[in-house]
């Protein structure tokens, strides 16, 4: 499913806007980096259980940011379920 990340349009990177699709019952999965930060990963990883969002997990916040086409390292990644993003 991570080359579904890396081609997607359909995606919010970096943890507000994650936080909000999973909030908002529009994330399909999230992705989370291994090194990001320990309150980062609490925060989403308790909106994806609370909402029963699949949660991924990738390597690195550099590896996470190459898969998403952003030039500054991401804590998480969220796939959309609609073109609606917000």
Excluded: H, I, W
């Amino acid at each position: 499913m991570r080359e579904n990340l890396e081609k997607s349009t359909l995606r919010v990177v970096g943890l507000r806007q994650v936080l909000r699709a999973v909030r908002e019952g529009k994330a399909l999965k999230v992705y989370l980096a291994e090194d990001a930060p320990e309150d980062m990963q609490r925060q989403v990883l308790l909106a994806a259980q609370q909402m029963d969002v699949p949660v991924g997990r990738v390597g690195s916040m550099r590896a996470l940011s190459r898969l998403c086409g952003v030039d500054v390292p991401a804590s998480c990644a969220a796939l959309l379920k609609s073109a609606n993003k917000f």
